[in-house]
């Protein structure tokens, strides 16, 4: 074979030789940015961002990631998250005091039978629940404040300071805790609604 063949066949492969390569590895690398080789266990799937209103747009609660949840209150709170425990009807961590009826889940005005702030007080309208103020400064539980509302029971509370706890006890019969956070222009606090 002559040196002239020889270069002709070497010169197929060998001149396209970088090009196919070159075209290889940007495949490649493509691929891998994509994450078609780190495959679907590794990768982690993206999630899909869920918005919950509550009719007559009171709610809106976002939730980006499990655990993750940021809500937009208004005129009343988001729903309570999941995984409360046995015997919880309802509970928020971040609650501002409105015109609440704390029979429903989450909690609405309802005309005639809520429970709203006066200045740094509480204070009930019609037959929505009945309040009493924790006189120590433990927190009550359930019993406790089932047993504070059923002696000393009344439709208002005295002014409200930051660390206050008030039970109470809807009309449906839903005992209730309220941990005050802050009591001034707003009162905002933690709130925990038992079942009955």
Known sequence: ?????EST??????????QWITAIAALVTALAGAGFFIGRESAPEPKA????TVPAGTVTVTQSAPG????TVSKSVPPSP???GAGVYFSSEEFEWGEFNLDFNPPRYLAGKYIYPLGRALT??????K???WQTDSVPGKDECTSAVAERGQKYTGDLVASSH?????AEGRVFRFDVIAAGATIRGKVIVWNK
């Open 1 to 5: 074979m002559s040196d002239d063949q």
């Open 9 to 18: 066949k070497k010169s197929g492969w060998g001149q396209l030789g970088h």
């Open 49 to 52: 961002a869920s918005a919950v």
């Open 68 to 71: 993750e949840i940021q809500a």
């Open 82 to 84: 999941a995984g409360n």
């Open 124 to 129: 009930v309208q019609g037959e929505a629940a």
């Open 131 to 133: 309040l009493a103020e």
């Open 166 to 170: 008030v039970c109470g006890k809807t």
